[in-house]
């Protein structure tokens, strides 16, 4: 009866945190990138016509993210389907907005279950919840999203960073469950060859997919082969490698080479992005903001800080109270997480530059690492939980608690956020003039003001592709008054 309780209580605080943080993306501004990829701009058109960056070989050319097709088509297709169908129940503008809270709730949503999964080896069970929940308030979509964030704010980029991530936990779903929870999924079977074209999606998606796979394969191979070589004894080096390479489970290299392959051709086909070709500066110099980068993504706000205590109070728990078997093997996955972000960090400069991201690290590049630091504090704090004594859980629960009320206080809402920006979209779609001067200083589907109303001719194409207006027009912008 208590169980059952306990069950329907996280649902509900899972369904509440859920509610939550789609009303916190449905009051989000759009961002100045979507008119170009929805339209699209003259940029996208070449993305979208070549879906495996052929382009650049049979034409000799460069043109923005070659090897990123699916997210773009996603995008596009997303957006220029799901709003003419939610304006069957609301009005154009509503529409659109209801259509970017949809799309990152659900990658929100996507995310929290495959980590809730990966923590607990089940589905829908009391650990698979215990676990959702405690993943859930450390999703940041204010307070601490500057440094920790998953889901962007800007629609698009979420598109680009949060839903890839999404690939990845399911590429490597089969693989993790059975070899590190010993289950294996009997359905698999019937669905495994679909994952060799899963590779290929994946590894054509976000900027940050082919190097996280790659790293990740590669850490796989070592741990693997570290443990059967370290098992063998009084043998030489040579013999061991050999013994320890054909020892590795077959199902590795089925996962992994075609996902190598891939990843490889990505980056590869990266090369011919003339976006790193026209903003390229020296490695060193890259590799000299590295440390900056570190220092502001984990001092400027309380939320790493908050986190990594508490993962250093629970490592230190396990290493002196609870150094069973399982208690050494999830010692070991953190470390190995360590490991994973550590090299991970040190390629971030070979992705090149931005301007919106002068550290080279920031909370978009950091996502994978994020990932891991979140599940490592469910997997050890649900472990140290079911293994304390009572005595114990009476400091150990409220310290959690405490931890998991900081971050959902710190996630305070803004529910007018974007009522500027739907001001000036009712004005551009009552207004009957050519050229409509509007009367605040929002963005308004911009990074900036539009001060020129050519500027404007991308984001009305967009409008009258979600119906908001229907006639062509253009807008610029003029300082409030207020």
């Keep these: 009866m208590i169980k059952k309780f306990l069950i329907l209580l996280l649902a509900l605080l899972l369904s509440i945190d859920i509610g939550y943080s789609f009303l916190q993306h449905f009051y989000t501004p759009f961002d100045g990138d979507m008119a170009g990829g929805i339209v699209p701009s003259d940029e996208v058109k070449p993305i979208l016509d070549s879906p495996f960056g052929l382009k650049v070989f049979d034409e000799n050319i460069t043109y923005p993210n070659p090897n990123r097709f699916f997210c773009h088509w996603i995008f596009y297709e997303y957006f220029n389907r799901v709003p003419s169908l939610l304006q069957h129940f609301t009005t154009p503008i509503n529409s659109a907005y209801l259509s970017c809270a949809i799309a990152k709730t659900a990658m929100q949503v996507i995310i929290t279950f495959l980590l809730a999964i990966y923590v607990s080896g089940s589905v829908f069970r009391f650990r698979f919840l215990l676990a959702a929940v405690l993943i859930t308030p450390l999703f940041q979509t204010n307070g601490y999203r500057s440094y920790m964030g998953i889901i962007d704010p800007a629609t698009t980029y979420s598109f680009f960073y949060a839903l890839p991530i999404v690939l990845i936990l399911i590429y490597f779903a089969p693989l993790f469950l059975k070899y590190y929870h010993g289950k294996e999924l009997k359905w698999f079977k019937y669905v495994k060859p679909f994952w060799i074209p899963l590779a290929l999606i994946s590894s054509l998606s976000g900027p940050l997919n082919p190097g996280v796979s790659l790293v990740i394969g590669l850490l796989i191979f070592i741990f693997a082969i570290s443990q059967i070589f370290n098992s063998l004894d ?124 002068p550290y080279i690290l920031r909370y978009d590049t950091i996502i994978p690492i994020t990932l891991g630091l979140m599940f490592i504090f469910a997997k050890t704090t649900i472990f140290i939980y079911n293994n304390m004594s009572i005595k114990q859980k009476y400091w150990y629960a409220p310290l959690v608690i405490i931890i998991l009320v900081v971050f959902t206080n710190s996630d305070k809402p803004n529910f007018d956020h974007n009522a500027c920006e739907r001001r000036a979209l009712v004005q551009i779609a009552n207004s009957t003039e050519s050229v409509v001067k509007i009367d605040n200083s929002c963005t308004v589907l911009s990074w900036d003001q539009i001060s020129t109303p050519s500027d404007s001719e991308l984001n009305i194409e967009l409008l009258k592709i979600w119906g908001v207006i229907e006639e062509d027009k253009l807008y610029f912008q003029a300082p409030s008054s207020e």
């Design 234 to 357: 009084g043998e030489k080096f040579l013999t061991k490698l050999k013994f320890a390479l054909q020892k590795i489970p077959n199902d590795y290299y089925y996962f992994l080479i075609p996902l190598f392959i891939f990843s490889l051709y990505s980056l590869y086909l990266g090369r011919f992005n003339s976006v790193d070709i026209i903003s390229k500066q020296s490695l060193s110099v890259l590799y000299s903001k590295l440390p900056e980068g570190i220092f502001y993504s984990f001092t400027q706000k309380l939320g790493f800080p908050i986190l990594f205590l508490i993962l250093i109070i629970n490592s230190l728990f396990i290493h002196f109270k609870l150094r069973t078997s399982k208690g050494k093997q999830i010692l070991m996955t953190f470390k190995w997480i360590g490991i994973f972000a550590l090299v991970y960090i040190m390629l971030l400069p070979l992705g090149g530059y931005r301007d919106y991201r």
